[in-house]
């Protein structure tokens, strides 16, 4: 059972446009969610994250969107560089329970074409 | 701090054979993690630690699975017997703990296992 989904494994966006990864997740106790960011032969590093008590966040180029009714959020980059390219990981964890413990999803690997 | 080292980077073994992987965490991290990237399933958490201690291995995948952090400064994740199907991208993360509203990781590079 998938607690956070992403469902498109991959995206290509033309360099200088918007970027939009989408991430869903069905537990509710989720309160706190990340999105990390991947090159080829490297491990995740960290990129933006949000609290369930907000609804964006924002840092750079880079925002995330945060609808906790749909469980739904997402990750704008704007405008899209080709330093972009990379795999994209949401992820997910519920802060106030006892365990410090990340659910991934599957990422998205997004291309930048110039 | 180097961050977070791991050993070795590639790993080729023969199916039936030991294979350690180690994880070094930055130093001062309270939790360490160890999960495992394939095509088929993403990232997935295998086991992490709290001060040394085991907290959730309910994502090992079967007793040929084993981890261990003797101290706060090392860790190991070892298979044994190997199979092919365990061909993947081994991380380590470690992370500071909670500080009320981060739950940010630090990764390592990695370690791909491929077992023939």
């Known amino acids: 059972d998938q607690q956070v989904k992403q469902n498109s494994p991959s995206l290509s966006v033309q360099e200088g446009r918007i970027s939009i990864l989408n991430c869903d997740y069905t537990?509710?106790?989720?309160?706190?969610f990340l999105w990390y960011k991947k090159y080829p032969a490297e491990g995740p590093t960290f990129l933006i994250s949000i609290s369930s008590i907000k609804d964006k966040n924002e840092d750079g180029r880079f925002t995330v969107f945060l609808n906790k009714s749909a469980k739904h959020l997402s990750l704008h980059i704007v405008p899209s560089q080709p330093g972009d390219s990379a795999v994209y990981f949401c992820a997910a964890s519920a802060v106030r329970s006892s365990a410090s413990k990340i659910i991934f999803g599957s990422g998205t690997r997004l291309s930048i074409r110039p | 701090d180097a961050g977070v080292i791991q050993s070795p980077r590639h790993e080729v073994t023969e199916m039936g054979q030991e294979v350690t992987l180690r994880c070094k965490p930055i130093s001062g991290h309270d939790y360490l993690f160890w999960y495992r990237q394939t095509m088929m399933r993403g990232l997935e958490l295998l086991i992490y630690f709290n001060n040394n201690v085991p907290i959730d291995d309910s994502g090992m995948p079967e007793d040929r699975f084993s981890a261990k952090m003797p101290n706060a400064s090392f860790s190991t994740l070892k298979i044994q017997p190997s199979e092919p199907r365990d061909s993947a991208v081994y991380f380590c993360a470690s992370s500071p703990g909670r500080d009320g509203t981060q739950e940010t990781q630090y990764f390592g590079p990695g370690t791909r296992l491929l077992v023939l």
């Open positions: 537990n509710s106790m989720f309160d706190y």
